[in-house]
């Protein structure tokens, strides 16, 4: 016979295991979804994205109308284009971070929440490039295909017009500094020639006296001698007398 009270315990025991398995994952799960709901964002507000929705649900109606007025194909495509333009730069943000992220968080130096509000924002941006796939493509055929393509020139281009700008403006603060060297330099030579010539009066008044007292001994000199040889010549005649 039998005994299905001993073939009953481990299959309840089984079952209860079991059970409090799946309770706890559940349990595990809606804690962790509520804790990484309460994480701060890691990207700010997608401000196109919004715009973008808010021109594609826009229905406005004239007084007296009843037709909704549309927005044009042109201002939506212009719109998803900058849309999927700031896709791109939290694509390449993403990118470059997440080895980085993923090295710190092997060697204990950023937490376990970063990394879940990392991992977040990165499905976030997969979610979001498809969507803009699809929205391109219900715009026009194929498009969706060609948009990021278009989308990465646009911040390529918007990165170096950023650069330009800034070197602009540096090469402006250089200027100026440049300026304001060149003067302070100007100046200090100009007070070191003033300070040379004021040095080199002295020494010029100096030599002039030098020069009148060396002229005064030497006039003085050319003064006996011809005294001298006047009175030479007196005795020489003197002399010429006696032999005759």
Same mark, same amino acid.
């Given at each position: 016979?039998?005994d299905?009270?001993?073939?009953?315990?481990?299959f309840?025991y089984?079952?209860?295991?079991?059970?409090s398995?799946?309770t706890?994952?559940?349990l595990?799960?809606?804690?962790?979804?509520?804790r990484?709901s309460?994480?701060e964002?890691w990207?700010p507000?997608?401000l196109t994205?919004?715009i973008y929705?808010?021109?594609?649900?826009l229905?406005?109606?004239?007084p007296g109308?009843?037709k909704p007025?549309?927005?044009p194909?042109?201002?939506l495509k212009?719109?998803l284009?900058?849309?999927a333009?700031?896709?791109?730069h939290?694509i390449?943000?993403?990118?470059?971070?997440?080895?980085a992220?993923?090295?710190?968080?092997?060697?204990?130096?950023v937490?376990?929440?970063l990394?879940?509000?990392?991992?977040?924002?990165e499905?976030?941006?997969?979610e979001?490039?498809?969507?803009v796939?699809?929205?391109?493509?219900a715009?026009?055929?194929?498009w969706g295909?060609?948009?990021f393509q278009?989308?990465?020139?646009?911040?390529?281009?918007?990165i170096?017009r950023?650069?330009v700008?800034?070197l602009?403006?540096?090469g402006k603060? %250089?200027?100026?500094w440049?300026?304001?060297?060149r003067?302070?330099?100007q100046? %200090?030579f100009?007070?070191?020639l %003033?300070e040379?010539?004021?040095?080199?009066r002295?020494?010029?008044?100096?030599?002039?006296?030098?020069?009148s007292?060396?002229?005064?001994v030497?006039?003085e000199?050319?003064?006996?001698m011809p005294s001298g040889?006047?009175a030479g010549?007196?005795?020489?005649?003197?002399k010429r007398?006696?032999k005759k």
């Open positions: 016979m039998v299905w009270v001993s073939l009953a315990v481990p309840a089984l079952g209860i295991l079991v059970g398995l799946a706890f994952s559940s595990y799960r809606k804690r962790k979804a509520a990484s309460t994480l964002p990207f507000r997608h994205r919004d929705l808010s021109l594609l649900h229905e406005q109606t004239e109308k009843e007025i549309t927005v194909d042109s201002i212009a719109a284009l900058r849309r333009t700031e896709d791109i939290r390449i943000a993403v990118r470059g971070s997440k080895q992220l993923s090295t710190l968080l092997a060697r204990g130096s937490g376990d929440d990394w879940q509000r990392f991992l977040r924002a499905k976030e941006v997969e979001e490039l498809r969507d796939v699809q929205e391109a493509n715009l026009a055929p194929n295909n060609h948009i278009s989308a990465n020139e646009m911040a390529g281009n918007a170096i950023q650069r700008e800034e602009q403006a540096q603060e %250089d200027r100026e440049w300026d304001k060297k003067a302070s330099i100046t %200090d100009m007070k070191e %003033d040379g010539a004021a040095a080199s002295p020494n010029i008044s100096r030599g002039e006296k030098v020069g007292d060396e002229d005064a030497m006039v000199g050319g003064g006996t040889s006047a010549s007196k005795g020489d005649t003197k007398k006696g």
